[in-house]
């Protein structure tokens, strides 16, 4: 027992002395990046164009796998058995909160919250010809019919679900329309297009096509600032709606728990270095997100100010229902 | 429209187009052969690849992966009974046991020919329709998918053969299976014992228990008797003539395919089971019981739906940038790599695009046809190897095929608890079709139903408030009263 403890300690340090002698010559070898989502979504291209960068920069494979199930539940369950030596990373977004809130194995703590690559405001958006005309507008209809009005979002408790429930609050009108949870935000848009649900919560790259073909109005965005491509759309604070504009989407790069600050800081500097490259500095133009890179540190705090607004936020819409 | 198909013909045949074309076929073709290896698998592995291409050459590549691989899956489901993607698992209903009955090369044959011809038809159909069709599916909405899963499942009616009571016991099973993972609305966890059930019992390696390594387990029961494939078989020519006595199957289907793969979320494993359903029906009452026991135009049915249903997943994707499949959600990405967004943009700001999909389709057909009947001779010498090398071959494609799914062993035990599952099903004669009829339709029904409810606030009236979701249903309490009213009239 105690000869195992010994040989234990030896090899603990070992490990130790090799993970910081070693921190400059990150990677060693082939990096593994799980992924959360299945191929083809936005997510997934995102992190595909990542690992295309990556390689460049490294000189070493990137190899991309999807392990998509329960919000990253899959995914974190799989990280975990993942011997943290700087060489398996994996994506992360808002999403993850939720589910870490639901999780009775994992909490925050669970990974390292490595770096932040970009953030995406929520947005209400209804048909060209609905009779919404404005964020007022559907507060008055919501107030006057209540439950006749629907709310076609992803899941429950998530990102866009608690974005809605901030605004719900604001506006006075909580558990007045019925939210309606699609298996992703695309699949909502769809419904509000045809019709299905009256509003949808969506982001600027989701909706831009429909408003430009003239399929969808886009009534009021959860931002300091109008976004570029929606200049005719009021923010939610110039509509008179005091909701919390750093809830936002937002995507990064997680690693197993215990992966050493150095590589984690060696990782991040690769992911910067990409993420200013000219082709994913154009991709994040043309999918209609925000740069918004942070390190290691910066990202753990941004992390945990969103987990807490997802706790106080996830309990609200508990209590609701 | 000329114009635009005259430059698309100039645009797509380029060289590197055209090599592009060819790898796409030739990588669908492996990918869809492969049990456990989907399309959409094969199209994410090779979308970093697309990164340095131009933007049709890379597209022209993808869409080539995504329709080759549907057909190809086709032909280990009809050898070994081993379905390469779930909607040929309706192509195994009869093509495996027509190559029990020496007939592979036939059903090969007539496998590949429908697969061309169905996504030939239905090529026309998008051509023609694709902007019209892709708005009328919009007017799917949660009411409308619930009512077009009920009809679904009351084809069991038809789907059944024999025993009424069997088959409502394996649709039973299946929906008890698909209860498995987490809750579509609520998120709360049913039956989750490990995490990686979180999304439910892995629909891929349960096919392939159910179906091939449950094959295996007979094949290793009846011995090292041969099988009776007469090499004569292996040498008949291939003509389209030979699908001239399932014309009125091939047109059917072609349509059912088509409508039913334009529907956002319907896609191809459910356009097989709709076609094979109708063409039962529709066929001679004497007819029907051989359906399931070899009967070639189950294989037509199904193998036309499934073609025809690529073709027409393109329709909302091209014209509203609304993915009616897995595959098709990968080719957004791979469009959106290129600068390019799906969508009703896309004909007014690049038109080239949808029509050098639509010339490359038409391109990619003949290539893809000559590919597999040249290859019908060598996969029927496969049926000629004793059945022990056989069986112990077809049991590592399995094991292979369910960890490539998802590069984890997780899902080589759910291939081989399912395995046995079907074992013993079979034993007891329950057929998988009414099985895999819940498990593609179990979670549409319920996660639709249940939004319903939401929208209606609680009303069941909500459901039988809308046109579409009215006659879907209507047709379904007729598909499954028909065969009870025949009964009552004899």
Known sequence: MNCKKLVGAVLGSTLLISASATAQDWPNGDLRFILHVSP????????????????????????????????????????????????????????????????????????????????????????????????????????????????????????????????????????DMNWVPYDSVGDAVVSALGGHSDVAIAYVGLVKQYVESGDMRVIGIQSDTRSESLPDTPTYAEAGFDVDTTWQQFRGVIAPAGTSMEHQQALCDVVEQTMQSDELMQYVRDSELTYGFMGPEPFKAFVEAQNEAAIYWGERLESIQ | MLENFTNAFELVFAVRVLVALMIGVLVGYCVGAMPGLTSSIGMALLIPFTFELDAIS???????????????????????????????????????????????????????????????????????????????????????????????????????????????????????????????????????????????????????????????????????????????VMRAKPSLSALWPFRRTVLRSSFIGYAVGVIPGAGAAIASLVSYGFAKRASKPADRDSYGKGNPDGVVASEVANNAAVSGALAPLLALGVPGSASAAVLIGGLTIQGLQPGP?????????????????????????????????????????????????????????????????????????????????????????????????????ESNLRRAMIIGNDNLLFLVSRPIAIVLLLGAVLVIASPLLGRLRR
Not at chain 2, 124 to 141: C, S
Not at chain 2, 406 to 434: C, M, Q, W
Request: proline share 5%; net charge negative; with cysteine.
């Open chain 2, 345 to 445: 943009m896309l004909f007014v700001n690049n038109p080239q695009i949808p029509y050098s999909i639509f010339v490359s389709l038409l391109v990619g057909l003949p290539i893809m046809t000559a590919i597999g009947l040249l290859g019908v001779p060598l996969w029927v010498r496969l049926t000629r190897i004793p059945p022990g090398a056989i069986a112990t071959l077809v049991a590592c494609i399995c094991v292979l095929g369910a960890f490539a799914s998802s590069n984890n062993s997780f899902e080589v035990l759910v291939t081989v608890v399912f395995g046995i599952i079907g074992y013993f099903l079979r034993k007891v004669d329950i057929h998988p079709a009414p099985i895999v009829l819940a498990l593609v339709l179990g979670y549409m029904m």
């Open chain 2, 58 to 232: 890379a597209i022209v590549m993808l869409v080539a992966i995504y329709m080759a691989a549907d057909y190809a899956a086709g032909i280990p489901a009809i050898l070994v009974n081993a379905p390469g993607q779930p909607a040929a698992a309706v192509s195994a209903f009869d093509g495996y046991p027509m190559t029990l009955r020496g007939e592979a090369g036939k059903a090969l044959n007539l496998s590949i020919m429908s697969s061309a011809t169905g996504a030939f038809i239905s090529l026309i159909l998008l051509v023609i329709t694709a902007q019209a069709m892709a708005r009328a599916a919009l007017a799917f909405g949660p009411a409308e998918y619930f009512a077009l899963a009920v009809l679904g499942l009351s084809l069991i009616a038809v789907l059944s053969t024999g025993s009424t009571l069997k088959a409502l016991i394996g649709l039973l099973f299946g929906l008890v299976i698909v209860t498995v993972g987490i809750d579509p609305i609520r998120g709360s966890l049913r039956f989750v014992v490990t995490p990686m059930l979180i999304d439910g019992i892995p629909f891929l390696p349960a096919l392939i228990g159910l179906f091939a390594l449950s094959e295996v387990f007979i094949m290793l029961e009846r011995g090292n008797e041969r099988s009776r494939t007469e090499l004569g």
């Open chain 1, 40 to 175: 083809g979504g936005a997510t997934d291209v995102l992190a595909r164009r990542l690992a295309d960068g990556m390689q460049q920069i490294t000189g070493t494979n990137v190899v991309v796998e999807n392990q998509p199930g329960g919000s990253g539940a899959r995914q974190l369950a799989l990280m975990s058995l993942i011997e943290p030596d700087g060489q398996t990373i994996g994506s992360v977004t808002a999403s993850h909160l939720g589910m870490l809130q639901q999780s009775e194995e994992f909490d925050l703590s669970s990974i390292e919250w490595s770096c932040g690559m970009v953030l995406d405001p929520y947005l209400l958006a209804v048909r060209a010809d609905s009779d919404i005309q404005s964020l007022e507008d559907m507060v008055a209809k919501a107030k006057a019919n209540p439950g006749g009005l629907t709310i076609g979002g992803f899941g429950e408790a998530s990102g866009g679900h608690v974005a809605w429930a901030m605004f719900e609050e604001a506006s006075g009108i909580v558990g």
